[in-house]
């Protein structure tokens, strides 16, 4: 039990600090002071910096997969999207302070290249994933899905990205709202074929 808060602790020191911090400008030390772990246990848990960015990027998978299970009990998949969308509301403030958690992670492990690259983009994969499944839902054909499900996280990313340049939150509710009209008014696809 202590081990696994251990673990627990570091796992989430890391998350926050990446996200605040930089991947590049969080050491390991910064990981175990932050969760209040001597530095040396810290490798009993993850060998390396790569160990840990692939454990903080399966916990936001799993993260994102629990707040998506919820939405799956709405009864359309418009309404599943929509409400999505609406869930960006609650990290407004902390996106535009700091970036998307997830987004920034990315460009980091980008630049780093590697297996670490694919790590990091693990949830932006899944969430592409299962909107493309909600506008195949809705009778769209798999191109359209794929771009729809690409307008939505691209839309947010943008968003993101204006917010935390220009410290201004308006830029990220200015696009949730776009995106709920945008579906709220889309019409049906003509089926998985396109016909």
């Known amino acids: 039990m202590v081990q696994a808060d251990k673990r627990e602790r570091l796992i989430q020191a890391a998350d926050g600090l990446f996200h605040q911090k930089g991947f590049e400008h969080t050491s390991i030390a910064d990981v175990a002071s932050a969760a209040e772990v001597p530095l040396g246990n810290v490798y009993y848990y993850f060998k390396t910096r790569g160990d840990l960015m692939r454990t903080v990027s399966e916990h936001r998978l799993a993260s994102a997969r ?44 980008n630049k780093l290249g590697g297996p670490m690259a694919k790590d990091a983009s693990v949830v932006f994969r899944d969430s592409l994933e299962w909107m493309r499944k909600q506008f195949l839902e809705m009778g769209f054909a798999d191109r359209m899905a794929r771009e729809y499900a690409a307008r939505i996280l691209g839309g947010r990313q943008g968003s993101i990205l204006l917010a935390n340049t220009f410290k201004e939150p308006e830029y990220i509710r200015l696009e949730i709202a776009r995106l709920r009209k945008w579906l709220g008014e889309l019409p049906a696809g003509k089926g998985r074929n396109g016909k």
Request: proline share 7%.
């Open 66 to 109: 629990a707040r998506r299970e919820g939405l799956n009990a709405l009864p359309s998949p418009r309404d599943r999207l929509i409400a999505w969308v609406n869930s960006f509301e609650d990290s407004t403030e902390e996106c535009t302070a700091y970036g998307c958690p997830i987004g920034s992670l990315c460009l980091e492990a």
